[in-house]
């Protein structure tokens, strides 16, 4: 997959001379390209090695993540953390990042809600997921949750439909969709989220056993 050739604009820094993920990150600090920069402390790019067989796309930071500067180091990262190790893949062997780079909240007392970001939000960050696809490309491309879905394979995916499912896109060579983390936290019993943590984990394996197998063939399509 090529780099992208994406043209500079006013509210979007981009770097010059040879892009690579810590320069788009730097860039990245600067942009503007919509509202959510106002209220979020800072930009949160991907983190991981250009080298990572997989690339774990979520929605956007939380509170902790907005705070901290890395995407996944909140409860939902560590919901993450534990389903990778239960599938036995290798954290060091993951990039993860969000389609979206701010935090989208709403005041409610002493806590910062977390918003769903419009699509405006998700378009004006497009660039960037994108070049990190292409900076990256990785074997294994897993959306978490239908906001990354959807942004990434189309408004017409559904999560709850297609999740764990080996799915040709012209993004990487396989593609594997599950909930997002955070999806897990909110249910509304423990037998509940031990039954949801297992599904989750299902869906890691197939991803294990697809960096195992090194077969670039999908087995479905969209």
């Known amino acids: 997959m ?4 994406v043209l500079p ?28 920069f106002k209220h979020a402390t800072q930009t ?5 090695p250009e080298s990572a067989r997989i690339m774990l796309v979520g929605e956007q930071p939380g509170n902790d993540e907005d705070l901290g500067g890395l995407p996944f180091v909140g409860p939902a990262g560590r919901v993450l953390a534990d389903g990778l190790r239960a599938a036995a893949i290798d954290p060091a062997d993951a990039y993860v990042t969000n389609v979206v780079k701010h935090f ?19 378009d004006a960050c497009r660039p960037w997921i994108d070049e990190e696809m292409a900076l990256v490309r990785p074997q294994v491309l897993v959306p978490l949750g239908a906001t990354a879905a959807q942004a990434l394979l189309g408004s017409s995916f559904r ?12 993004l990487a060579p396989h593609t594997v969709a599950t909930v997002h983390p955070s999806s897990i ?6 037998g509940d989220r031990e039954r949801e943590m297992e599904h989750f984990i299902e869906d890691l394996r197939v991803v294990a056993r697809l960096l195992d197998d090194g077969d670039d063939t999908p087995s479905h399509s969209l």
């Open 2 to 5: 090529p780099v992208l050739d």
């Open 9 to 36: 604009v006013p509210d979007r820094p981009w770097p010059t001379g040879r892009i690579t993920l810590q320069s788009l990150r730097e860039a990245a600090r600067g942009c503007t390209a919509c509202p959510l």
């Open 44 to 48: 949160v790019f991907g983190r991981g």
């Open 104 to 122: 989208k909240w709403v005041p409610r007392g002493k806590r910062r809600i977390h918003q769903k970001p419009s699509a405006r939000e998700v």
């Open 159 to 170: 999560v709850t439909r297609q999740r764990g499912r080996d799915i040709s896109t012209p």
């Open 185 to 190: 936290l909110r249910q509304q019993t423990s």
